[in-house]
Structure formats: C-alpha cells, structure tokens
C-alpha cells in the first residue's frame, strides 16, 4: 500500500502540478481579489522553478561530490537500478540515466571493482515482465563481462528494497565491504543513508549529474523549462530523505 500511496503522491509534489492546482482553483472562485493572488502565486512560483541559477545552487549544495577511486579495489560495486526503460513488449532499453550503466562497467574494466551486483525490479506501478536487473546482465555479458563477475538481484521497487534485497545477495555470495555504490548524483545522498542504515558499509559514487557545476551567468537568470523538470528529481529525493529519515527514527522510537 505504501509503494502504490508514494507513486500517487509523487505526481503532486511538482511545481507543474502546483501551478495547475492553482490555475484551477482560479478558474473555479468567484473572488477577484483571490483570482488576483493565486495568479500572481502561479507566476511567481513559474519564475522560481524556471530559474536554472536556483536549481543549480540546490543541485550543487545537494549533489555529493565525484568520488576518487584509482588505485584501491573492492569486492563488488552496487549499481542501482533506473537507467533502463521498456516498450509495451517488455523489450528494454538505455534512458536518459544510462551514465550509472557505463560508470559501473568502466569500474569493472579498470579493476576497481571484481562484480558487479545489479539492484533492481520493475518499480512502476503498474509491473510488466520487464525486470531491470536480469535485462542488464545481458548488457554485461555482451560486452565481455564473465558471468561469474555479476549478481542480480530482481526484485526490489524502491530504494529501501534496493538495499535490504542486496544485503541478502551480498552476504550469501561472502563479498566482504566495503562496497561501491553507483547511482545518479541526485539520488546518491538517500540511497547513501537507507544503505547505511541497512547496516552495509559502502563507497557512494555518484554519476549522471544533471546541473554543471560552473559558475555563474546572466542567462541563468532567464525562465528556462528544462529547470522545472530538474526539479521534478530534486524534490521527489529531498521528500523522499526526510520522510525515510523519519520513518527510521519512528521504528527505532518502538
């Protein structure tokens, strides 16, 4: 229930969704003072979330840093589900997150890591018979990556199954820690902590950063639609923090 409640509730928490919420409710009062104020509201909360200088503030104070990995090895890295997606005949292909699919790989061939475990399901609401990690494992062997260097694990939707599901997979292959985690640079942070506190020891190492980190300039100040949709991530993984921040504790609490 929580897994189908957190999909309905994701489709609220954007501004596109605020700014129809708004829009609606302008259309549907007979104030005009308060058809006034919830215009102004809809404009300035379009301004706000347009501005790529705002998003790339929080994106860079967010984002954890690339990590510096040459010359150490470890046992396995933990490649995190999301960069694929499917057609309506469950055949699967590379999204727009497939940076997490070549980092991972890239670990491998330079001897950083020795497997390569594969975390990940069908998260969407509606499951087909696509499932990511078995459909990646044909990726790797097709490029040359032996069959004993990768695990799977098949079933997990969320980040938090993510971790429990790979804890389970880790210790009945005997893989010591510390493990490498690989997963978008927006989503490091959570998956950092629900990892840790799933008491596994890993490494994050972060990939797909979506906001340059450079400096600032004056057309970062105009209404760009491309920041709204970077905010779609942002938001959905700063709510997501907390609220499994306070989940944790609540559970702890009994």
Partial sequence: MFFILSKIFTSLIFPLSWIIIILLWRALTKSEKRKKDLLITAIAIFLVFTNIWVISVFANSWDIPPAQLSGKKYSCGILLGGFTSYDDKDKGYFNTASDRFIQAVKLYKEGIIEHILISGGNGNLMAGKFREGEWTKGQLLSLGIPATAILVENNSRSTLENAEF?????????????YVLVTSAFHMRR????????????????????????????????PQIHAMDL??????????????????????AK
């Fill in 166 to 178: 790979s804890k389970k997979v880790l210790d009945s292959a005997n893989l010591q820690p510390p």
């Fill in 191 to 222: 998956a950092a902590w629900i990892f840790t506190k799933e008491g596994m020891t890993i490494i994050p190492f972060p990939s797909n950063y979506l906001v340059d980190r450079k400096g600032f300039s004056l057309v970062d100040l105009l």
């Fill in 231 to 252: 905010w779609s991530y942002y938001i959905k993984e700063f709510i997501g923090y907390y609220v499994y921040k306070l989940e944790f504790k609540r559970l702890s």
